[in-house]
């Protein structure tokens, strides 16, 4: 459970009791979904393309690239 969602849950305990009320967890369940929609939009927002910028051995120095003769394994 996340900070908030327990945040939530605990905002909806009455006092003396153990447990949060069923509005404290449908809260937090609506939160952590919230959530992890933002967090999927914000990948899928920010995935580079295959090829846009992938770094090939041209584009490395010369002092990173292989010996002549040696693979890179």
């Given at each position: 459970?996340?900070?908030s969602g327990g945040t939530r849950t605990s905002a909806h305990t009455p006092a003396g009791s153990t447990f949060p009320t069923d509005t404290g967890?449908?809260?937090?369940?609506?939160?952590?979904?919230?959530?992890?929609?933002?967090?999927v939009v914000a990948?899928?927002?920010l995935r580079r393309a295959p090829d846009s910028t992938t770094t090939g051995p041209a584009d490395l120095p010369e002092s990173s690239?292989?010996?002549?003769?040696h693979r890179a394994v």
């Amino acid at each position: 459970m996340t900070a908030s969602g327990g945040t939530r849950t605990s905002a909806h305990t009455p006092a003396g009791s153990t447990f949060p009320t069923d509005t404290g967890y449908a809260t937090a369940s609506w939160l952590g979904a919230a959530a992890m929609g933002v967090t999927v939009v914000a990948a899928l927002t920010l995935r580079r393309a295959p090829d846009s910028t992938t770094t090939g051995p041209a584009d490395l120095p010369e002092s990173s690239r292989p010996a002549k003769g040696h693979r890179a394994v």
